[in-house]
């Protein structure tokens, strides 16, 4: 199993396809947006090309990938606004395993693992991020890897006939 990395500086048509695939799969849906009611979880948002390469105006984007096939992507951002404990030189983190044959692998660990390590190199000092309360395989690995929590967001994504929690967790490097 070989595990890579790569920054995305030219989104492809292809991998803008592969992104919309996970963006639209009713089981990443809830992992990965929050959503206020049933009709926004049944929404289905497209990304484009156009977009994704905005998106790097303000993200840092890598692409992961197994054996040599795209299975997820990850980001960064500096200091966004939406942070829980506004302090300056924070990145915050979003990461996605897109393709299920990839899932429970440990691919998320190497992958938050690479990423820690470029926000490192950048100069940042604290990470933050956001796991929904039910997505407890997402909170059992960040905290595994150091990740404390700061704060709970209540009725902050609907899923499942009811509102859940965000967990605002942070790791200081």
Sequence with gaps: MNVSFEKLTEPSQATVDLINRWESDPAIIPLIRPNKNQEELDSRITVTQ???KKQLEYKQIYL?????????IMDYMVNPD???????????LGILIGEREARGKGIGYQAI???????????????????????EQALKLYRSMGYKEIARIDNFTFWKQRMWADIRL???L
Excluded at 64 to 71: A, E, G, H, M, R
Excluded at 82 to 92: G, S
Excluded at 113 to 135: D, S
């Design 50 to 52: 156009t977009g994704l």
């Design 170 to 172: 942070e790791k200081y």
């Design 64 to 72: 992961i990938f197994l054996d040599n096939q795209l299975v997820g």
């Design 82 to 92: 939406h942070l829980f404990h506004q302090i300056d030189n924070t990145a915050w």
């Design 113 to 135: 693992n690479y990423i820690e390590e470029e926000v490192r190199r950048k100069g940042l000092k604290r990470i933050e991020i956001g796991v929904f309360e039910f997505n």
